[in-house]
């Protein structure tokens, strides 16, 4: 693909579309979803219950 395709193919809305979150995220407004958070001697229990819910978690191991 040339240049010039790719610069035909970029608009305005694909623009926005990864423009917009850096904006809520600069205003404070894009907040990330924890589901739970573990301390480091608890990580075998976070893996474990990454493991048996299923789907995808956001955890935490948490940095004193």
């Known amino acids: 693909m040339k240049a010039g395709e790719i610069k ?3 608009n305005r809305r694909s623009v926005d ?3 917009e979150p850096v904006r809520f995220f600069s205003a404070g407004r894009l907040e ?3 589901d ?3 301390p480091p001697a ?3 229990r976070a893996h474990r219950r ?3 819910s299923g ?3 956001t955890m ?5």
């Open 8 to 10: 035909r193919m970029t």
């Open 60 to 64: 935490v191991l948490e940095v004193p």
């Open 17 to 19: 579309v990864v423009i």
């Open 36 to 38: 739970c958070a573990f």
């Open 50 to 52: 990454q493991d048996e």
């Open 55 to 57: 789907q995808f978690r």
């Open 32 to 34: 990330p979803a924890i």
């Open 42 to 44: 608890d990580a075998a």
